[in-house]
Each structure stands twice: as structure tokens, then as C-alpha cells.
């Protein structure tokens, strides 16, 4: 699993030296300009929705669809009725030349999930429920379906390496995005066992099944 950063691409030039840096996160919030390598673009809901802003940014990166992992259609912070509302109009939001990702609220695991819609699925929620083993069966099935894996609120290594180890393929954080030292304590603590590798392919298939 590695890190997309909300910030700009001048920062983004030095964290991509970092193994658990992948690219970059794109959300109508920071509104940063395109580094030029792998995106994901959230939707900004977690503070307040704009769906104006959100039309700007899609419209500005629609060149860059090639390079994006996924856009998040807009959900309701800890309710999934209200995000599966949303989701069933996603057309409304992001149309479909964009890999869509739907964003797992609490309570999804109990109701049918239309995975047929989503070529990704971007775990968001709040605490214990992300960090619970409803969550992880969600990953794992997400995974056996063939979609991208995106974890939101990633700032301690505890959670990097839960996620890691299931076999998420990104993730953000806003702590690791303002500051350099929390990507330095969790790329640290991974180092610390060397043995296993940051990235084993043979340990995240283990870890899906």
C-alpha cells in the first residue's frame, strides 16, 4: 500500500522519493495542480460537498484520465443508506469515462454493495468502524472482484500496516500530508522488518484470501 498526498506538485517532487509515495490525491478543498504522475480524486465531502468546485476540477483533469486511479463519488460521513442514495445517481456526479470509486460509510456491510458500479472503492468512515474486521472483509472481497483499494485517514503506522497487510493499494492521510516527519515514523517503523518488505506481492495475495 502506498500513499496518494493532497499537496502541491513542488512538494510532491520530494515525497515521491519516498517508497511509500505513490502519487498524488486531488480534491476540490486544496485544489492543486496536477503533478503529473498517479491521482485519485476525493470529492471534498468529509468538510462540505461543492458539487460546482467538484465539476471545475473534473473538467480541468479530464485530459489526465489515463493516469487516475479513481474519483470518489460524493457520500455522507458515517451513513451508508445516505451514500448508497447518492451512488445509485452517481451518473449525476461523474460520468463514466472516470474509474469511479463508491465510499464505504458505516453500517455497508450490511446491505447489498453494487460493486458492478465502482471500478474502485475508497474505505472512509469513522472510528473503531474502519478499523473493524467487517472493514477488512469489505477489502478482501473488494480485492477478489478485481477493485482498486483506496484507504482514507491513514496518519499511524497501527493502520498503515493493518491495510498494508490486507493488501490496500493507496491510501491518504491529512497528518502525512502537512508533515514530513509522521511519513518518516510510519517508512521507519516498516523498516523494522526488513524481512517482510514494504511491498511483497506473495504476503497482500496471502492476505486477500
Request: charged fraction near 25%.
Amino acid at each position: 500500500m502506498r500513499f496518494l498526498i493532497d499537496t502541491s506538485p513542488a512538494t510532491m517532487a520530494d515525497r515521491i522519493s519516498s517508497p511509500l509515495v505513490s502519487g498524488q490525491l486531488i480534491t476540490p478543498l486544496t485544489r492543486y495542480s496536477n503533478w503529473g504522475g498517479e491521482f485519485g480524486i476525493d470529492n471534498g465531502a468529509f468538510s462540505r460537498f461543492d458539487n460546482a468546485t467538484f465539476q471545475k476540477l473534473l473538467e480541468r483533469e479530464k485530459g489526465n484520465v489515463e493516469r487516475c486511479k479513481f474519483v470518489a463519488v460524493p457520500d455522507i460521513v458515517s451513513n451508508a443508506r445516505r451514500t448508497l442514495e447518492i451512488f445509485k445517481t452517481h451518473s449525476n456526479f461523474v460520468s463514466n469515462v472516470w474509474p469511479i470509486a463508491m465510499v464505504a460509510q458505516d453500517g455497508i456491510e450490511d446491505m447489498d454493495i453494487p460493486w458492478w458500479s465502482m471500478q474502485a472503492i475508497f474505505i472512509g468512515g469513522g472510528d473503531p468502524w474502519k478499523d473493524s474486521r467487517a472493514v477488512a472483509d469489505i477489502v478482501k472481497t473488494a480485492l477478489i472482484l478485481g477493485k482498486h483499494v483506496h484507504i482514507g485517514r491513514v496518519n499511524t503506522i497501527k493502520r498503515f500496516r493493518w491495510f498494508h497487510d490486507l493488501g490496500a493499494h493507496t491510501c491518504d492521510g491529512s497528518g502525512v500530508a502537512m508533515y514530513d516527519h509522521m511519513l518518516a515514523n510510519i517508512e521507519r517503523e516498516m523498516n523494522r522488518f526488513p524481512d517482510r518488505g514494504l511491498f511483497d506481492e506473495d504476503e497482500l495475495a496471502e492476505a486477500a484470501k
